[in-house]
């Protein structure tokens, strides 16, 4: 997609390429043979995930922080809550190294470029290693952009062991897509317990139906030898 660009042409011509219509229609018809007890699975596994993932990693790891749309140029609040467990892991000195990822969503500067500044304000360490990944609009392009910026570093092409920090509900989608883009990665999640809040139920039941239509899309995908569609993501 052509960084020239907006936020929204780029979401927009994402839409309508006929490799995503074409998953959306699948996934819509396994929804409803199977009356909704597929995408009941998916959201079993997305509430899992969001319960049982850890706060922190179990080493010292590269951590990777997933960025959020801003508001008038600040992290807002699901943000903030990612870009605290950031803090706290440097401050705890498990972090070798922190990638803050996110393009321009809207406004004047990156959500990567916001998050270092939001991190500057409340005393980041000055031993922290920091770099912002600052081209991508969604959760694939955060990852596929981290691996080419983790691959240019020696040893050359090898990738780390990752922690991926964001909101519990953002999870299992994140750890799908790393796995396809092949990262070893363990979850952290940004909230201290899983949120109760009706806003977040309905985050749980949007995020299960954005994982069916991804891994199914790419399930039928490789049944049906459509190879163009398995490369989007990889």
């Not at 995408?39 to 997933?66: C, D, E, K, N, Q």
């Not at 750890?175 to 092949?182: C, V």
């Not at 069916?212 to 459509?226: F, K, P, Q, S």
Request: net charge positive; with cysteine.
């Amino acid at each position: 997609m052509s960084p020239s660009l907006s936020p929204a042409q780029r979401r927009l011509r994402y839409l309508r390429d006929r490799d995503v219509q074409y998953a959306a229609l699948v996934t819509v018809l396994v929804m409803l043979l199977s009356a909704g007890l597929v995408w009941l699975g998916y959201l079993i596994h997305v509430w899992r995930i969001a319960v049982r993932s850890p706060l922190a990693p179990p080493r010292r790891m590269t951590v990777l922080v997933f960025g959020q749309r801003l508001g008038h140029d600040h992290p807002q609040r699901d943000y903030r809550l990612r870009l605290r467990r950031a803090m706290a892991l440097l401050r705890q000195q498990q972090v070798d190294r922190l990638l803050l990822l996110g393009g321009r969503s809207g406004g004047n500067r990156s959500e990567a470029e916001a998050g270092l500044a939001w991190l500057q304000r409340r005393g980041l360490p000055a031993v922290a290693q920091i770099e912002l990944e600052q081209d991508s609009i969604d959760s694939l392009e955060n990852l596929r952009h981290a691996r080419r910026l983790l691959q240019a570093q020696p040893p050359a092409g090898e990738l780390p062991t990752v922690a991926l920090v964001t909101s519990r509900y953002h999870l299992a989608r994140c750890l799908l897509l790393a796995r396809r883009l092949g990262f070893d990665s363990v979850p952290i999640a940004a909230e201290p317990v899983l949120p109760k809040r009706p806003r977040y139920v309905g985050l749980l039941l949007m995020e299960a139906t954005y994982l069916m239509w991804i891994d199914i899309g790419l399930r039928w995908a490789r049944l049906t030898g459509r190879h163009r569609m398995t490369e989007r993501i990889s």
